[in-house]
């Protein structure tokens, strides 16, 4: 399985974007998909995640209200968009995806794409 995550970029506090993950090799309609995030000099942090089916979604606190998980299983693609965005959403952003349908908020998944960098401005 591949994953190719796209849409990072610069945007100034208050705006918003959205990210792709394309997941290819696999059908994942039966796989849970996941963002994260890594800032500078800080550990990788969970963002939000998707059930394989779409009718599960969690977020991290710090999101919640503001980003918003979606996933489109004819495209095998997972989505987030971040509306109001603020500076401390800066980081280099991950998707992953599991074999199992369950939308973990941990680490465990199988497999991951590379990242794509946002950066808010104040």
């Known amino acids: 399985v591949q994953l190719q995550a796209c849409g990072g970029g610069l945007v100034q506090s208050g705006g918003s974007l959205r990210l792709s993950c394309a997941a290819s090799?696999?059908?994942?309609?039966?796989?849970?998909m996941g963002w994260f995030r890594q800032a500078p000099g800080k550990e990788r942090e969970f963002v939000a995640a998707?059930?394989?089916?779409?009718?599960?979604?969690r977020y991290a606190d710090s999101v919640k209200g503001r980003f918003t998980i979606s996933r489109d299983n004819a495209k095998n693609t997972a989505y987030l968009q971040m509306d109001s965005l603020k500076p401390e959403d800066t980081a280099e952003y991950f998707c992953?995806?599991?074999?199992?349908?369950?939308?973990?908020?941990?680490?465990?998944?199988?497999?991951w794409g590379q990242g794509t960098l946002v950066t808010v401005s104040s």
């Open positions: 992953g995806a599991r074999r199992g349908s369950q939308p973990y908020a941990t680490s465990d998944y199988d497999y």
């Open positions: 090799g696999r059908t994942m309609s039966t796989s849970a």
């Open positions: 998707i059930s394989g089916s779409g009718a599960i979604t």
